[in-house]
Protein backbone atom coordinates (compact mmCIF):
# COMPACT_ATOMS: atom_id res chain seq x y z
CA UNK A 1 0.00 0.00 0.00
CA UNK A 2 1.52 3.18 -1.32
CA UNK A 3 1.14 6.46 0.99
CA UNK A 4 -2.31 7.76 0.72
CA UNK A 5 -3.01 11.36 -0.71
CA UNK A 6 -2.51 13.96 1.74
CA UNK A 7 -5.71 15.64 2.46
CA UNK A 8 -5.54 19.43 3.66
CA UNK A 9 -4.02 19.69 7.30
CA UNK A 10 -2.73 15.94 7.06
CA UNK A 11 1.00 15.66 8.00
CA UNK A 12 2.66 13.00 5.44
CA UNK A 13 6.34 11.43 7.06
CA UNK A 14 8.14 11.88 3.72
CA UNK A 15 11.39 10.35 4.39
CA UNK A 16 12.26 7.17 2.74
CA UNK A 17 11.97 4.17 5.92
CA UNK A 18 8.26 5.51 6.64
CA UNK A 19 6.83 3.24 4.48
CA UNK A 20 9.40 0.43 4.02
CA UNK A 21 7.33 -2.15 5.07
CA UNK A 22 5.02 -1.10 2.07
CA UNK A 23 7.46 -1.31 -0.36
CA UNK A 24 6.04 1.76 -2.18
CA UNK A 25 8.18 3.73 -4.43
CA UNK A 26 7.45 6.90 -5.90
CA UNK A 27 4.26 8.14 -5.07
CA UNK A 28 1.79 11.00 -5.76
CA UNK A 29 0.92 12.90 -2.52
CA UNK A 30 -1.74 16.06 -4.06
CA UNK A 31 -2.53 16.60 -7.70
CA UNK A 32 -5.52 19.29 -8.57
CA UNK A 33 -5.74 21.38 -11.06
CA UNK A 34 -2.98 23.88 -9.90
CA UNK A 35 -0.85 21.70 -8.32
CA UNK A 36 0.82 18.09 -8.31
CA UNK A 37 3.58 17.15 -5.04
CA UNK A 38 5.37 13.71 -5.79
CA UNK A 39 7.61 11.95 -3.24
CA UNK A 40 10.04 10.46 -5.87
CA UNK A 41 12.37 7.64 -4.76
CA UNK A 42 15.74 7.91 -6.62
CA UNK A 43 17.84 4.59 -6.23
CA UNK A 44 21.28 5.26 -6.47
CA UNK A 45 22.66 4.66 -10.28
CA UNK A 46 19.24 5.22 -11.61
CA UNK A 47 17.84 7.64 -13.95
CA UNK A 48 14.62 9.58 -13.90
CA UNK A 49 13.20 12.03 -15.91
CA UNK A 50 15.40 11.55 -18.41
CA UNK A 51 15.46 14.43 -20.61
CA UNK A 52 11.94 15.03 -19.21
CA UNK A 53 10.07 18.45 -19.57
CA UNK A 54 6.72 19.93 -18.62
CA UNK A 55 5.82 23.11 -19.78
CA UNK A 56 4.85 24.17 -16.06
CA UNK A 57 7.01 25.22 -13.24
CA UNK A 58 8.84 22.83 -11.17
CA UNK A 59 10.35 22.92 -8.12
CA UNK A 60 12.96 19.99 -6.33
CA UNK A 61 13.81 19.45 -2.92
CA UNK A 62 16.16 16.59 -1.88
CA UNK A 63 14.88 15.34 1.18
CA UNK A 64 17.44 12.26 1.75
CA UNK A 65 20.75 11.10 -0.19
CA UNK A 66 22.04 13.09 -3.28
CA UNK A 67 21.05 13.31 -6.87
CA UNK A 68 22.19 15.02 -10.26
CA UNK A 69 19.62 17.26 -11.67
CA UNK A 70 20.56 18.57 -14.97
CA UNK A 71 18.94 21.00 -17.26
CA UNK A 72 19.44 22.44 -20.31
CA UNK A 73 23.09 20.37 -20.23
CA UNK A 74 24.04 22.32 -16.51
CA UNK A 75 24.11 19.58 -14.06
CA UNK A 76 24.17 20.28 -10.05
CA UNK A 77 24.16 18.13 -7.39
CA UNK A 78 21.53 18.16 -4.84
CA UNK A 79 21.94 16.72 -1.17
CA UNK A 80 19.92 16.76 1.83
CA UNK A 81 18.03 19.74 2.49
CA UNK A 82 18.79 21.32 -1.08
CA UNK A 83 15.78 22.98 -3.34
CA UNK A 84 15.83 24.24 -6.84
CA UNK A 85 12.90 25.22 -9.19
CA UNK A 86 12.74 25.47 -13.22
CA UNK A 87 10.76 27.20 -15.05
CA UNK A 88 8.58 25.43 -17.79
CA UNK A 89 9.92 23.87 -20.84
CA UNK A 90 13.22 22.83 -19.96
CA UNK A 91 14.43 19.85 -20.53
CA UNK A 92 15.81 17.97 -17.37
CA UNK A 93 16.93 14.80 -15.59
CA UNK A 94 17.60 13.26 -12.22
CA UNK A 95 19.96 10.91 -11.61
CA UNK A 96 20.54 9.32 -7.84
CA UNK A 97 24.23 9.75 -7.02
CA UNK A 98 23.36 8.01 -3.71
CA UNK A 99 19.47 6.33 -3.05
CA UNK A 100 17.49 9.07 -2.53
CA UNK A 101 14.11 10.85 -1.59
CA UNK A 102 13.17 13.84 -3.36
CA UNK A 103 10.01 16.07 -3.41
CA UNK A 104 8.76 16.94 -6.54
CA UNK A 105 6.17 20.05 -6.89
CA UNK A 106 4.23 20.93 -10.01
CA UNK A 107 2.81 24.35 -10.49
CA UNK A 108 0.32 24.40 -13.40
CA UNK A 109 -0.92 27.54 -15.22
Known amino acids: MAIPHAAPGMPVDLR ?7 GAKTTALVK ?3 FEAIRLMVPRGHE ?3 SHQIESMITVQCLEGR ?8 TRELSEGHWLFLPGGVPH ?3 GLEN ?5 TVLFD
Open 16 to 22: QGADSST
Open 32 to 34: NDR
Open 48 to 50: VCH
Open 67 to 74: VAFTADGD
Open 93 to 95: TIA
Open 100 to 104: AVVLL
